[in-house]
């Protein structure tokens, strides 16, 4: 890159190395060569040479300073393009939900799919997460009213949504079984009642959820994970500009090149759809699901079309990836190999609502009009690289001409000089 420091510092090395081969021109000179000189008209011909390094110096910093505006502009559109791309998944990952069921049947086999995870659930019927489900199967909503229930906020498996089939696998085969049916409650004070123990220590088999359990013929069987929210260390950053959803405004991935990686469809935190009722203010800092417990179980889990595209991108992967051909990091270095696991417990699809007709049709004209835009930008890219490389052209054509200048003025300066010293 050009840089305006370096050009000046060529002009004066440029100005001082003709100073040095020139004939010293001053009023308080004496030098015979210069009285000789301006008699046999030298001094006429020094000026012309003080002349014509002037305007190729001139020259210089004319195309210097094209050079660098040239740098600059295409600084700010290739910013502007990135900006593009990332409204662009932006826009996809948003609307990525916005599908309109076809027939009554579709709409209603999407809207079972809630009772179908709860019932995936109660297939584990030792687990705890299959205790509390059997207890909000039996009692409704008075379940949540009780004092050991009242703080638990649900199952993992059912506080999010996913409207991809695939991608709910993939999911639930990242998080795994344990992680799918953990319990989540509020506060710690929600977890504590969920287990109580005796004065040595031991697990008090007769309360909590082991009570409830025993009460109800399912003897809770082995550990179960419990997350409480508050405990939680939150995402810190901000939020997608008006997206009800409040997407995580994450950085993208970007190559050497500051390119987004080829496949890339965007963060696993963010294709989760949330219920409004689970966005805002679920702990005492006023934070929600998916800045406490998603953000906490997918961090910035990314995710890639195809498995090579994945491959492609391990350099701007940080917190894992998935690719929806069953490709999976679980870390940087940790690789799944092998063949993909079936969860038998997925997260539900969310449900439709009447208005997400008109949202696909605004969500495709948005996405469209933002490829549009990306590029035009492209095409200025390339109109500005092109002046780049005109302009790169003409300076080294210029700097050699000025450095011939110089060998030439330099070898009339010595001969010159050689001449004086000989009268």
């Avoid at 008075?142 to 993939?170: E, F, M, W």
């Avoid at 800092?285 to 195809?306: K, P």
């Amino acid at each position: 890159m050009f840089q305006p420091n370096n050009q000046l510092a060529i002009q004066k090395a440029i100005s001082i190395k003709d100073s040095s081969t020139l004939m010293q021109v001053d009023q308080n000179e004496t030098s015979i060569v210069v009285r000789d000189e301006m008699q046999n008209g030298g001094f006429a011909h020094a000026e012309t040479i003080i002349y014509h390094s002037k305007k190729l110096q001139d020259d210089l910093h004319m195309l210097g300073t094209k050079i660098k505006e040239h740098e600059d502009n295409i600084k700010f559109l290739k910013s502007q393009k990135n900006k593009l791309a990332d409204s662009i998944l932006d826009l996809q990952v948003k609307y990525h939900s916005s599908s309109t069921p076809t027939n009554e049947h579709e709409n209603y086999s999407q809207l079972q799919t809630g009772v179908q995870t709860t019932e995936q659930i109660l297939q584990h019927e030792k687990s705890a997460a299959g205790i509390l489900c059997q207890l909000k199967t039996r009692h409704g909503t008075q379940a949540s009213h009780l004092p050991l229930t009242k703080d638990v906020l649900g199952i993992v498996a059912t506080l999010g949504k996913v409207d991809d089939d695939n991608l709910s696998r993939l999911f639930a085969e990242y998080l795994g079984v344990e992680s799918m049916l953990a319990i989540v409650c509020k506060t710690y004070e929600g977890v504590k009642a969920l287990e109580t123990y005796d004065n040595e220590g031991c697990i008090n088999t007769s309360s909590g959820l082991h009570g409830l359990g025993t009460s109800i013929g399912r003897a809770l069987d082995g550990r179960f994970l419990v997350i409480c929210l508050e405990n939680l260390i939150p995402y810190a950053g901000g939020f997608v500009a008006d997206d009800p959803q409040r997407r995580l405004d994450l950085i993208k991935p970007r190559l050497p090149n500051g390119e987004c990686p080829p496949g890339f469809l965007g963060f696993a935190v963010n294709m989760i759809s949330v219920d409004n009722t689970n966005l805002f203010c679920l702990t005492a800092s006023g934070y929600g699901l998916r800045e406490t417990l998603f953000y906490s179980l997918f961090s910035r889990l990314q995710v890639y079309r195809t498995r090579a595209e994945m491959l492609l991108a391990l350099p701007c992967i940080s917190d894992g990836a998935l690719s929806l051909d069953g490709g999976m990091i679980r870390s940087t270095g940790v690789f799944s190999l092998g063949n993909r696991e079936d969860i038998d417990v997925k997260f539900p699809k969310p449900s439709v609502t009447s208005t997400l007709a008109e949202n696909n049709i605004e969500a495709e004209k948005q996405v469209m009009e933002t490829k549009w835009k990306k590029e035009k930008v492209l095409e200025d890219i390339k109109r500005a690289e092109a002046l780049l490389h005109a302009a790169k052209f003409n300076f080294d054509k210029k700097k050699q001409e000025f450095l011939t200048f110089l060998a030439e003025t330099s070898s009339y300066a010595t001969q010159h000089q050689i001449q004086g010293s000989t009268r």
